[in-house]
């Protein structure tokens, strides 16, 4: 199964992202599906799944099942591309594209699955550490933070919660190191914001905006290591 699904995973990168030039996808955007380039497009992954699957016609359904859904996706995507914001497209069209792959796998290899396994102790302390690294670290943070108001960090040049998802992302990365005994990605983590933090602290005019980042930068380190750990300790309980 898992050989099946890499496979298709492949092909679809090769088609969607390493052969479609710009060109193409500027072409489809303004031709939608009178585009000659979209043909070329769904040839180019029909050639892609040939050379995977090493032409085996034993696969002729799911050839065709993701040849014609990738078609539909695709003259669905370009026909919403002024209603929807282009993130949210893009990620609703790869979504339908693993969908439909995943579906394609399970016609030849069924799946293996049932609701109870949703339920399972080490799938749900998954979940669990996951919202605790990401939503519930970033309110903590938040309170405890909120002590403090510091004009120099909100002086409106960075994004809108940019502090926020960098935060997430890096306690998910650290999470990530700690369940694969990976310290040493911790420290390298750490290192690097502070390159990309020095700028912030060199031009602080006192101790104050170098405290915050700090504080900051401690407790999202300290919280995902904590429910990193954690995570660890429980599963082997289970």
Do not use: C
Not at 18 to 46: A, D, G, M, R
């Amino acid at each position: 199964m898992l050989a099946l699904f890499i496979k298709l995973i492949l092909a679809h990168f090769i088609g969607d992202f390493l052969l479609q030039p710009q060109k193409w996808v500027t072409h489809k955007e303004k031709h939608k599906h009178k585009s000659k380039y979209l043909y070329w497009h769904i040839l180019v992954h029909l050639g892609a799944l040939l050379l995977v699957l090493q032409a085996n016609l034993n696969y002729w359904l799911g050839l065709l099942i993701i040849i014609i859904s990738h078609y539909s996706i695709d003259v669905i995507k370009l026909h919403l591309k002024s209603i929807l914001n282009n993130r949210l497209l893009f990620g609703l069209d790869q979504l339908a594209h693993l969908i439909i792959i995943a579906l394609v796998v399970g016609i030849y290899q069924p799946y293996q699955f049932t609701i109870n396994s949703l339920y399972h102790p080490a799938f749900l302390l998954l979940i669990t550490s996951l919202l605790a690294v990401t939503v519930v670290s970033s309110i903590i943070m938040r309170t405890v933070i909120s002590k403090w108001y510091l004009k120099e960090d909100s002086n409106g040049k960075s994004l809108k919660n940019a502090g926020e998802y960098i935060g997430i992302l890096e306690r998910l990365l650290v999470f990530v190191f700690i369940v694969t005994q990976h310290w040493e990605g911790i420290g390298f983590l750490l290192a690097a914001k502070s390159v990309f933090r020095f700028g912030d602290l060199s031009k602080a005019k006192d101790r104050k905006l170098t405290e915050y980042i700090l504080i900051g930068s401690l407790l999202s380190f300290g919280l995902a290591i904590v429910f990193g750990l954690s995570y660890q300790y429980v599963l082997r309980l289970i």
